[in-house]
């Protein structure tokens, strides 16, 4: 009994010796009839376009924290798109008298915002344009003479990022009605249109006191994320 025990064993140790001998032969069947799946491709990472687009306007395709980081919501970058704004897009902020701006009695400088305030990302680049409305009379429009004051670069805007310009006028002298040292007459308007580049002329008024110039003439900054003083 003891032998027919021993022997039986023998028989099932080289059944199993066999099966092995198959599998590591690679005898596999091909099929979905249990047959064992290949080994997988490493995982991939996919195309830029199906990483998700981290918050705070980071384009599609960057992982958060990939990259330099900007400024906030009008930061420069192909986050925001290359289209130029257009009119509809944008609407342009009352003037704000600058911190910084030439002695005298007059408006001397102020700052205008220009911010996008539509659902898409677009651009801005360049100097804006400058005239002064004669109240209700177009024949008293001034055009000023505008002279850009650095250079300029590419503002790329998500939606409700802002762009700023700075205009800084010949000022006026003197109290009252003043005076102009080049011996012109100061000229005084309660509205200005301001040309944005690819987006149309705004009408904008001081958000306090009126405009006053000399000379007709006026030196713009291009436009930039960075608000001037």
Known sequence: MQHTAG???AAGAMVVAVALAALVGGCTPAGD?????????PPSTGPASALPTPAGGSSAGTPAGAGPSGPGPSAPGPAA???ACTADQVKVSDGHQADVRPT?????AVVVSVTNTS???CTLRGFPTAAGIGDGSPGRNIPLTTTPGGSAATVS??????AWTKLTFVNVQGEADGYCVSGATPTTFRTLALGVPDAG???LSMDDG???????????????TTRPS
């Open 119 to 121: 659902t898409h990302a």
């Open 7 to 9: 022997v039986s064993r």
């Open 104 to 108: 005298g009695t007059g408006t001397g």
């Open 157 to 162: 805007l998500v939606p409700g990022g802002r």
């Open 201 to 203: 002329s705004h009408r």
């Open 81 to 83: 798109g290359g289209k």
């Open 210 to 224: 009126i405009f006053a110039e000399c000379d007709d003439k006026v030196t713009v900054t291009a436009f930039s």
């Open 33 to 41: 009839d249990g047959a064992l799946p290949e080994p997988s491709a």
